[in-house]
């Protein structure tokens, strides 16, 4: 069975400064990975995907996401934060059974403080 | 196009008491999804719904849960009886097909006290 990590529940970080969500993950064959965010009293937003190809995968607002299948992570980064990033991060892996269900994180809290 | 709606966004209820969350998917989407976030613990499958049919429920925890998705339109997520354990936020998702990512709803915030 596949699994997600977020080994950090809250990252600090000054606005203006790079930001890194770490992800890592555990899956037999090739890994489906997602980034999504949840922003006070919103849903889950859909931030980015890699399915095949670059390692490094550009989303929204300007965050991108680099895959290391040699380290099985999908980090989540930044290289500028905003106060209005601060949010709820959820990285994913889709089943690989065929099916299209999602394993989540238990998410990394990310505060941007000016 | 409209979103994944969801209702109600909060509900209280007493323990032993039934609730009904409501989920109005994508129009035209025939895939639909639940899952559940318990506070502090990741979001959990808890099962998916082709048009009408579930496709697989292999997340639900237990028959106090019944999913139901009449005319493969709306679906609907009743806990009867509510345990103080079902309290968490239930996030609805669909697709249009199986697709890599889908569109969650905004979710329901349930209390069971």
């Known amino acids: 069975a596949q699994s997600v990590a977020q080994p950090e529940d809250q990252v600090n970080v000054a606005e203006g400064n790079p930001l890194t969500v770490k992800c890592t993950y555990s899956?037999?064959?090739?890994?489906?990975l997602f980034w999504y965010v949840q922003y006070p009293n919103r849903g889950l937003q859909f931030l980015l995907k890699?399915?095949?190809?670059?390692?490094l995968v550009k989303g929204s607002y300007g965050f991108e996401a680099e895959f290391n299948k040699s380290q099985t992570s999908f980090h989540l980064k930044k290289p500028s934060a905003l106060v209005s990033d601060s949010a709820l991060y959820f990285c994913?892996?889709?089943?690989?059974?065929?099916?299209?269900?999602?394993?989540f994180g238990t998410g990394t809290q990310l505060k941007v403080e000016l | 196009e409209a979103g994944v709606t969801q209702f109600p966004s909060h509900s209280v209820i007493e323990k032993g008491q039934t609730v009904t969350l409501r989920c109005d998917p994508i129009?035209?989407?025939?895939?639909l999804y639940w899952y559940r976030r318990v506070m502090g613990k990741e979001i959990k499958f808890l099962l998916h719904?082709?048009?009408?049919?579930?496709?697989?429920e292999s997340g639900m925890p237990n028959n106090r849960f019944l999913a139901e998705r009449t005319g493969g339109t709306y679906s609907t997520l009743k806990v009867q009886p509510a345990e103080l354990e079902d309290s968490g936020v239930y996030f609805c998702?669909?697709?249009?097909?199986?697709?890599?990512?889908?569109?969650f709803g905004s979710g329901t915030r349930l209390t069971v006290v």
């Open positions: 998702a669909s697709s249009q097909d199986r697709t890599y990512g889908y569109t």
């Open positions: 129009s035209g989407h025939d895939n």
């Open positions: 890699y399915i095949t190809g670059d390692n």
């Open positions: 899956v037999s064959g090739n890994p489906y």
């Open positions: 719904f082709v048009k009408e049919s579930k496709q697989d």
């Open positions: 994913a892996v889709r089943d690989t059974g065929g099916g299209n269900k999602l394993t």
